[in-house]
């Protein structure tokens, strides 16, 4: 039975999301009946929506197409031409993106808001290979989930030494804005786009779908989903066992915050953090803004002499130093310090003070260039200094 993190049972499916879902059966044989009959030289996407109606067509300028082709799915404002459909399309419809002669090229989700006016899901040669999730948001997302699921399946995970690992890498799994990581039986859903949003109960239903998972965190990127047009508050759920979930990558346990950065730990650096382990044996190691001590954790582990790691937040502090009992470390050879980092090597540089391996992994302290002059630590003096 999935449980949300408040430690409550979840409400039924709810009827719309049974009703979406059920549409797929009827929706796909109707799609692959009529793309069947398709000539070579018509448009698989043309045909469909002219059968079904309500879809707008946001035609591109002229040599603006090939990036999108070529797989880019984020249609930005600047390369559309004009929007052709009465009444305009809203934020979250489905709409064909066209090439200059309105020959679609794909479908994709539309924002009014957003810089990226469209995120495109599908490619005109895929819905003729496979109309079955064509112009269809809710068969196509069964299909990409599925997808991430097997592949990461090929890739040996879940495994007996990792259960923490990334299921969808939005771009990367076709699903712009969308991220989903796996602690061990919690899955956190990061979500950067107002489709994500609008398609959440549809999400976390399917995902709810993949074995092992028992609890599930929405986690809405609130800065980001203003930007397009979206204004969310993240809801303070009620404390409950979830709030930290312990995990295990390539072997070494972490205690992981489900409150903290991000989705809480960054499972997308799994195999530079394994890589550390194998440059670490008797070095010095240093992991400058080294959160809850990923880096650090796996150079130690790879038989470092000495590890330091430094971050200005208190509580990724805690636990770093948790996740040092955890593994049985000695505390004599790993330890974490709180502080700026850039004040920490000047203050090494004025010790002189050496190390054979450095880790740098900032934040993203500056996401735009007018937000950079308030931005407290200076990554540009602190590579000089190191």
Sequence with gaps: MLRACGGTAPAAVPALVRARLARRASSAAYAAATVADASSASSALEELAAERKGFAKVVLKKGKTQIFRDGSPMVYSGAVDRIIGRPPPKSGDVVLVADGTEKPIGWGLYNSVSMFCVRLMQLEEEARRDPTCALNMETLLEARISSAVNLRKSLGLPSANTNAYRLINSEGDRLSGLIVDIFADVAVIASSAAWVEKYREEIQFLVSKVNGI??????????????????ILEKKEP?????????????????????GQKTGFYADQRENRHFISLLSKDQRVLDICCYSGGFA????????DNVIGIDSSGSALDLANENII???????????????ATAFMKGAISKNELWDLVILDPPKLAPRKKVRVIAPLDLEDLLVII
Aim: glycine share 10%; hydrophobic share 40%; aromatic share 4%.
């Design 239 to 259: 404390a409950s066992s979830c709030s930290t979930v312990k995990v295990m990558e390539n072997g070494i346990v972490y205690l992981v915050s489900l409150e």
């Design 326 to 340: 955890l593994n049985e470390l000695n505390p004599g050879r790993i330890s974490f310090v709180k502080g700026d």
């Design 214 to 231: 028992s609890h599930i965190k929405w986690r809405p990127s609130a800065d980001i989903l203003k930007e397009e047009g979206l204004d």
């Design 297 to 304: 954790l796996n150079a130690a582990k790879g038989g470092a």
